[in-house]
């Protein structure tokens, strides 16, 4: 897995959805975004893949226990406890997890909202 194009799809991978914000409500021309703070642990061996970016999608990540492994631009670069790195339009990546114990980040990012479920039911139609 040491290129870009190889990477897995995603295995080993929880995520925990921490907190969320309405940045609409904060930030005038924000109205359908959301800043939103997620646990994610990937299991020795986990991949969180497969190849992607983060246009439209700009976030940090820390590194709170284990080490990630960022695959981008052909490099592959280890991040351990206390580092963590940007996500920014110009992010093209996919990460593993190559140590023995568990790795924990929290990723911060800016996304769209999710629509609302009664929005997707009005939008498929009558519920049958």
């Known amino acids: 897995m ?5 990477a897995a799809e995603t295995r080993g991978v929880t995520v925990q959805l921490l907190a969320s ?3 609409g409500a904060e930030i005038e ?15 020795p061996g ?18 709170l226990q284990g080490t990630i492994t960022d695959h981008r631009d ?7 406890p206390g ?3 940007p996500e920014d339009r110009h992010t ?3 990460l593993e997890n190559r140590g023995a114990l568990p790795a924990v980040e929290i990723s911060i990012d800016i996304v ?17």
Do not use: C, N, S
């Not at 040491?2 to 190889?6: A, I, L, P, S």
């Not at 986990?46 to 590194?63: A, E, K, S």
């Not at 052909?74 to 351990?80: L, S």
């Open 29 to 43: 021309g924000m109205a359908g975004r959301q800043l939103r703070m997620r646990k994610v642990t990937i299991a």
């Open 2 to 6: 040491g290129k870009q194009t190889t």
């Open 21 to 23: 914000m309405d940045l």
């Open 83 to 85: 580092l963590g790195w």
């Open 112 to 128: 769209r909202q999710p629509a609302e479920p009664a929005a997707k039911a009005d939008a498929a139609g009558p519920a049958r």
């Open 46 to 63: 986990g991949v969180f893949g497969p190849v992607h970016d983060h246009r439209d999608r700009p976030g940090l990540v820390y590194i």
């Open 92 to 94: 093209l990546h996919w």
């Open 74 to 80: 052909g490099v592959a670069t280890d991040y351990g």
